[in-house]
């Protein structure tokens, strides 16, 4: 029982480290919204890890989904941006529902869908050609306001090295024609 104890409080002490590492990285995020940048966002809270095993694409009911709290982040998120004064030209999600429900509360009818932002968190194998396939839209992209992906941790992962937390955004611009890291934004 006490190893049990002693793990948690360490647990949680990592925790901590680790978020105020994320804040202390953070720039300050208007400064940062630049016209022709691109902001990968996770997913707002969505309690859990992956899927269920009966997982289906166009079921919401057997997806990991939205809690309040997640709703109520997205709403922030939506706020937050909205206060920037940047104009958002595009907003892509992946097909799930977590995604597109942080979109749509968020940036409401802008959200368009881009599969190459779908979750490859049960299937890793996939996760090269589709990181191409998602590389190649944000390249091919050419908007002179924001363009706002709200998508997967793996997803960003893959795409900047950085694992985002819950909502948390990174703030990408274009150097010497690829892009880089600028910001990073929690929630």
């Given at each position: 029982m006490h190893m049990f104890f002693a793990t948690q409080r360490l647990l949680a002490v990592f925790v901590l480290?680790?978020?105020a590492a994320a804040i202390?990285?953070?720039q300050p995020f208007g400064n940062q919204l630049?016209?022709?940048?691109v902001v990968l966002i996770r997913h707002a809270q969505a309690p859990g890890v992956g899927d269920p095993a009966a997982f289906a694409l166009n079921d919401c009911k057997t997806q990991r989904n939205l809690n309040d709290e997640g709703r109520a982040q997205a709403a922030r998120i939506g706020e937050f941006f909205r206060q920037q004064r940047v104009p958002v030209d595009a907003v892509w999600s992946s097909q799930w529902c977590r995604t597109r429900e942080?979109?749509?509360?968020?940036?409401p009818g802008l959200r368009v869908d881009k599969a190459a932002f779908n979750s490859f968190f049960?299937?890793?194998d996939s996760a090269p050609d589709q990181t191409r396939a998602a590389r190649a839209l944000l390249n091919a992209w050419q908007g002179t306001g924001l363009l706002v992906v709200v998508t997967h941790q793996v997803n960003i992962t893959a795409i900047t090295g950085v694992v985002p937390a819950s909502g948390e955004a990174v703030v990408?611009?274009?150097e010497a024609g690829q892009w880089k890291v600028f910001a990073r934004v929690s929630p």
């Open positions: 480290l680790a978020s202390a990285g953070a630049q016209p022709g940048s942080t979109a749509d509360v968020a940036f049960g299937e890793p990408l611009k274009r």
